[in-house]
């Protein structure tokens, strides 16, 4: 079932250590088949060593296991309601990359300084507040995703295709998996550049909205000029 997707999941799965997003199973990469509801997901705390296109699991969008001999990521949750909830994405994001979730332990948007942020984000990338007790003694997982997707289905989501989430970390999205660990990668270096020039300057402004719309703009949308013709 789904072994086209199980095998593009399981490639964006490995592309997170190459790219030095996780360390040891710290992260999970997933994909839903808009035409049967299903989601591809990578399996709880499997060594990238060991993994294999075989071991993605297929749940629905309650989370149930349709397929799959071993227990989906324990964000499995978090995942399907981000699908439910945001029909224009196709593949979600999570890890534990340094930069980012040292942002999002600070409690602190990553705000737009320069442009190779704004080639990607639409402004600054925003940190969502912390679950409350309640939220995360009772479907903490679950919850995750409410909070996240209550904070941007009403807007332009595919914009800024990351939050950052209180005291835990990045959550990424994309067309498909393979471009939200395009986006994922790109958060964690916009991170980091943030973070460097603060330090650098620590009463930096953000960049202007002229800059950042001609940025965004020039790679999205119907006038994008950006690379070549497809």
């Not at 079932?1 to 999970?28: C, H, Q, S």
């Not at 071993?70 to 945001?86: G, N, Q």
């Not at 912390?130 to 209550?150: F, M, Q, R, V, W």
């Amino acid at each position: 079932m789904l072994e086209t997707l199980k095998k593009i999941v399981y490639n964006a799965n490995m592309d997170l250590p190459r790219y030095n997003l996780v360390t040891f199973t710290w992260g999970n990469v997933s994909a839903i088949d808009r035409s049967t509801g299903l989601v591809v997901i990578k399996p709880s705390g499997v060594d990238y060593e060991r993994l294999t296109p075989d071991d993605m699991v297929v749940v629905d969008l309650e989370g149930n296991v349709v397929e799959g001999d071993l227990r989906p990521s324990s964000d499995t949750p978090t995942h399907v309601e981000m699908y439910k909830a945001l029909p224009k994405i196709g593949g979600v994001v999570h890890t534990h990359s340094s930069y980012a979730t040292s942002w999002a332990q600070s409690g602190l948007s990553i705000p737009c300084y320069g442009t190779t942020h704004a080639d990607y984000f639409y402004g600054s990338v925003p940190c969502l507040r912390c679950l409350n007790a309640d939220e995360i003694e009772d479907n903490y997982e679950k919850n995750t995703g409410l909070l996240i997707t209550s904070s941007v289905s009403d807007k332009d989501y595919m914009a800024t295709p990351a939050v950052l989430c209180k005291n835990h970390g990045p959550f990424v999205w994309g067309k498909d998996a393979r471009e939200a660990v395009h986006n994922a990668v790109v958060l964690e270096e916009v991170a980091k550049m943030a973070y460097r020039t603060r330090l650098i300057n620590p009463e930096v402004e953000t960049a202007p909205i002229s800059l950042i719309e001609k940025h965004y703009l020039r790679k999205h949308g119907p006038g994008a000029y950006y690379g070549q013709n497809k």
